[in-house]
């Protein structure tokens, strides 16, 4: 909350984070919040009374709202940017964070609303991936990165908004040579149409090489699919003999 995109939404007032201890959320002496897991096996298992009580406490404060309860796990459907445009314009979010072998599947049956995965990977609590889904909902919200209003994201679509669908275009700046490295004439040239027309067609070619599985569902406009059918017909060349 000191740095970055979540402190400019913080500033901007658009996003307030609270920490709830689940030990505060016990009965008993000790503030237990884990237990061994029935049937056997090792490690502890996160118990349900008190992430219950928690989330609870927080509903108490509006009640009738509906408040989105996710859990971070590698169970959860996966993060990806139409989840993060959605959670941008939700008012409030309740992020559900594990730690040890996991949490009493009580949880997720009869809590959470959601549960979301940053990626197929293992972390050892669910606090990162909280940190995760905050700083890219953050991003979205007005005020924060120049975005004036939402209703920005939704109109400019793909061609404003790289990263949603397709992976972004290559960027460059000075110098116009580095170590041989040309950067390519169209960028120098001051022809915005033709500007334009070059990244469509790099964000295109950048993410059919790399990611093609991201333009599997995508409807694309007449000039996308010719770049697009250019570009399986033209024979890959190696990065040593690319250029422009
Ligand atoms: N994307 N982890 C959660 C503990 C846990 C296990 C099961 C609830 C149910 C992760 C991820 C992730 C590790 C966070 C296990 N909590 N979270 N933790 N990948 O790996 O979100």
């Not at 919040?33 to 009580?53: A, S, T, Y």
């Not at 408040?67 to 959860?76: A, K, R």
């Not at 290559?170 to 116009?176: E, F, I, L, V």
Request: include cysteine.
């Amino acid at each position: 909350m000191a740095h970055g995109v979540l402190k400019r939404a913080a500033a901007a007032g658009q996003l307030s984070v609270r920490l709830h201890d689940l030990r505060d959320f016990t009965e008993d002496r000790h503030r237990t919040v884990d237990d061994r897991p029935f049937g056997g096996g090792p490690g502890m298992v996160l118990k349900p009374e008190p992430i219950f009580r928690a989330v609870e406490s927080i509903k108490f404060e509006q009640p009738g709202e509906d408040l989105p309860v996710i859990l971070l796990s590698p169970q959860g459907r996966l993060l990806r940017q139409p989840v993060v445009e959605e959670l941008s314009r939700q008012s409030r979010i309740v992020l559900v964070c594990g730690r040890y072998e996991g949490m009493d599947e009580r949880v997720a049956d009869g809590l959470a609303t959601d549960e979301l995965s940053i990626g197929d990977y293992v972390l050892s609590g669910g606090e990162i991936a909280a940190a995760v889904v905050m700083e890219c909902v953050a991003r979205l919200m007005p005020g924060v990165l120049g975005n004036e209003d939402s209703a920005v994201q939704d109109s400019f679509g793909e061609e404003k908004m790289p990263g949603r669908r397709v992976l972004d275009w290559p960027h460059y700046t000075r110098p116009a040579e580095f170590r041989g490295m040309r950067v390519p004439d169209v960028l120098l040239s001051g022809d915005h149409e033709e500007i334009r027309r070059w990244r469509r067609r790099k964000a295109l070619e950048k993410t059919w090489r790399k990611r093609p599985e991201l333009l599997a569902g995508l409807t694309l406009e007449e000039e996308d699919r010719q770049v697009l059918e250019d570009l399986k017909q033209a024979p890959y060349l190696p990065v040593s003999s690319r250029q422009g």
